[in-house]
């Protein structure tokens, strides 16, 4: 199971809340935590995750709208409700949001462990089912289109942008030759050229630079390196 993958947590109790986070951080995911429904939806409406862990009793208000809202956005991204509430009637009500999944406390770590990866295992076989989309971190790349988004922002590419985008993602935070770019994207001895590859090379870097969170490395002597930073 790729751990790339970022999850929103719901609950209003700090020691659950803690407890959790810090579990799911041990597993290798990156969390984003919030205790009450103005905090989540503050995410939600600023940032598309990979998976939702939401409680239902929330002071004030309770989970169901944050499913509702989550699946006006994304209807693949899996939602579990993690809940003190056993009765059928809140599970029915839970499923009725187009959550996935309904978990009740207390409960083992193994087994939220095992209901996480077998939703995303679900999520990921959707994805490539309905959409051919590369994705890492907050940059999706359109495989069909070669259409980049950062962080919901849309980058139309030229299929040979999008190629070298392609490689430099698949292999993100690494460093990667230049002559396994070159010899990845450009079929024809004539084209590939360093000067060919410093082009959408700088294409890309002036995209990344907007942002702060993404950025493209030369490693010089060696090749080029995708940076995300955590």
Do not use: C
């Amino acid at each position: 199971m790729s751990l790339d993958v970022t999850i929103l947590l719901v609950e209003d109790e700090v020691d659950i809340r803690n407890m959790l986070r810090k579990f799911l951080l041990q597993k290798g995911y990156h969390v984003i935590a919030a205790m009450n429904k103005e905090e989540a939806l503050l995410w939600i409406n600023k940032k598309k995750f990979d998976f939702y862990i939401f409680d239902i009793m929330l002071p004030q208000e309770d989970g169901y709208d944050l499913a509702i809202e989550v699946r006006k956005q994304q209807k693949i991204a899996p939602i579990l409700f993690l809940t003190a509430l056993h009765d059928i009637d809140h599970k029915i009500k839970a499923f009725n949001t187009k959550a996935d999944d309904y978990l009740t406390k207390p409960f083992e770590f193994r087994e939220l462990t095992a209901r996480i990866e077998a939703l995303l295992r679900r999520a990921n076989s959707l994805n490539v089912g309905t959409s051919n989309v590369l994705k890492v971190e907050g940059i999706q790349l359109d495989l069909t289109t070669y259409e980049m988004t950062i962080d919901d922002e849309p980058f139309p590419l030229k299929p040979v942008t999008g190629k070298v985008m392609k490689i430099l993602m698949d292999y993100s935070n690494k460093v990667v030759p230049k002559y396994m770019i070159l010899e990845s994207v450009w079929s024809e001895n004539s084209k590939r050229t360093n000067a060919n590859l410093d082009v959408q090379l700088h294409y890309l870097r002036n995209i990344l630079s907007t942002t702060t969170k993404y950025s493209l490395e030369t490693i010089r002597g060696i090749g080029m390196r995708l940076v995300i930073k955590q």
